[in-house]
Each structure stands twice: as structure tokens, then as C-alpha cells.
């Protein structure tokens, strides 16, 4: 495995979404591949970032309106 | 924070019966992360805080059709998109998602390894920079997040919304969005690319100012 080739199968390899001979190639690159682990890594701080984002402002648009309608479609 | 919420056999029991505290458990504990999601289909937050209404109102309608096939909060979520979708449509900012530009070639610039012919062709040219630990405040970080997930194509924004942003499992972002696993990963492979690379291109530029 080359490194343009692992950095199209990270997905795959975080999600669960490779087999067992793909998985163990790109542990392999990994172990020997400072550069590809360093990707890895960002990555996962991407994901961790992106996890960590702040809800959308005005959380429930129309709560009183909408509680009115379940109430009064029975 | 949001309260724990009971299994669906036990909320939809409820929810038939008319049990407003139940309604109001799930309105609360899902309408913040479809409005997010309703954000990726619709130009406004207006607009998008209809979609979320309109949902809510064909979810009321419905609950007596739900037959449970599948989890009640991917029921709603398909209901959301589904409305979503049909008013990014109507605003002329969704494209059909059959089309399938973005969504093939290489999420790392070829030049940056090693061609072939060379030796350790495929291989870096140079590592990708370590980035700084804490070195940007974590609210400008978050700007700079939202702002490249928002210039991702709509499906792999709807992806990354759904799989990371709202941390849904895998099946339940396929199933929402009725799109095979595989193609789930394509997408959201891409967006996390894209926003990586974002994130990258912000430390290099703080190296060279």
C-alpha cells in the first residue's frame, strides 16, 4: 500500500468498512508510515471537532403551536 | 440537557395515547438536530424552521399509520428530509441527488506524492504538518468547521451532519437518507476530507504569517 492509496481507504478503515485483508494492509502502512499516521490523527481530530459543534440557534420552531395540534388530534 | 428518552415500544405506546409530556420529550430532544439537517436542504433559517414544523405536524398525522419498520426517530428524520428536499427544490437550491459531480478523483492533491517512476512513487513528498495542540481558540476552530461543512456539496453535508456532526450511527444515517452504506462512506468520505483539509490550510497559514 502507498500513501495516495491509504488516504482514500481512511473512511473505510474508521467506519468499519473494510475487510479483514484491506484492514490488515492499512495497519501495516500505518505502522510503518509516520506521515500516514499523522493524517490518521487528523482525521480523527477533525471528526472529534466537528462532533463538538454548538446546536442550531431557536431549537424548537413553533413548540407551543405544535404541543396545541398533538393535543387536538386525538 | 436533554432527558433520556424511552425505547420506541414505550414512546410510541405513549405518543398514540396522547401523552403531551412524551411529545414534548421527543419535539425537544430531536428539533434542534433537524433544523440543523433541514439547514443543508433549505436557503433560510426560516425556511428551514418551517420544514421542521411541517414535520412535526405530518409526524402528528401519521402516528397512528407508524408501523415500526423501522426506529421512530429515522421515520421522522425521512419525513424531514423528504419535506426538506421538496422545498430546496422549490427554492431552486437543491440539486437532484442522482447527479454525481464531486463525488469521484483523488481528496488529497496528487501532488503531494511521489509520482510514479520516482522511487517510493505514491508516497509523500513531505509529511503533512503536525497541528498545533490548543494553539486556536476552540469557538474560531468552530467557525471554521461550520463554514467548510457549509461549502460542501448538499449530500455529503447532509452525511457529515447526520454521521458527525449529530453522531448518528452509520445504518441510521443510510436508512434516513435511503442510500446503501457503501455510498454513505463515499460521501461522507469526501466531506471529511474537505473539512480537513480546511482545517489544514488554517494551521499553514498561521505557520507562514
Known amino acids: 500500500m502507498d500513501c495516495a492509496e491509504f488516504v482514500e481507504l481512511v473512511t473505510d478503515y474508521l ?40 446546536p442550531e440557534e431557536g431549537s424548537t420552531p413553533g413548540r407551543d403551536r405544535l404541543l396545541e395540534a398533538f393535543r387536538r388530534s386525538l | 440537557m436533554v432527558m433520556e428518552l424511552p425505547g420506541d415500544a414505550e414512546l410510541v405506546a ?22 440543523r ?38 421515520w421522522v428524520y425521512r419525513i424531514l428530509v423528504n419535506t426538506a428536499k421538496r422545498r430546496g427544490v422549490r427554492e431552486g437550491r437543491s440539486v437532484p441527488w442522482s447527479s454525481v459531480a464531486d463525488e469521484s478523483g483523488p481528496t488529497v492533491d496528487p501532488a503531494r506524492f511521489r509520482p510514479p517512476g ?46 458527525d456532526i449529530q453522531g448518528y450511527d452509520p ?9 446503501t452504506p457503501g455510498y454513505q462512506r463515499v460521501l461522507l468520505h469526501r466531506g471529511r476530507a474537505h473539512v480537513r483539509a480546511r482545517i489544514e490550510a488554517y494551521h499553514a497559514r498561521a505557520v507562514t504569517s
Open chain 1, 15 to 54: 467506519e468499519g468498512g473494510l475487510g479483514d485483508a484491506d484492514r490488515r494492509r492499512v495497519e501495516e502502512h500505518l505502522d510503518l508510515c509516520d506521515g500516514c499516521s499523522t493524517y490518521l490523527g487528523q482525521v480523527r481530530a477533525t471528526i472529534a471537532t466537528l462532533h463538538e459543534l454548538p
Open chain 2, 14 to 35: 405513549r405518543l398514540r395515547a396522547r401523552d403531551e409530556a412524551a411529545f414534548a420529550l421527543v419535539l425537544d430532544a430531536w428539533s434542534p438536530g433537524m433544523l
Open chain 2, 37 to 74: 439537517l433541514a439547514r443543508s436542504f433549505v436557503s433560510t433559517p426560516d425556511s428551514a424552521a418551517e420544514c421542521v414544523q411541517d414535520t412535526w405536524l405530518a409526524v402528528i398525522e401519521g402516528l397512528d399509520r407508524f408501523e415500526g419498520r423501522s426506529a421512530l426517530r429515522t
Open chain 2, 118 to 163: 520516482e522511487p517510493y512513487a505514491g508516497h509523500w513528498w513531505e509529511f503533512p504538518a503536525p497541528w498545533p495542540e490548543d494553539a486556536v481558540l476552540a469557538t474560531e476552530m468552530q467557525r471554521l468547521v461550520a463554514a467548510a461543512v457549509a461549502e460542501l456539496p448538499e449530500r455529503q453535508r447532509v452525511v457529515v451532519v447526520l454521521r
Open chain 2, 171 to 179: 445504518d441510521e444515517v443510510s436508512s434516513i437518507l435511503v442510500i
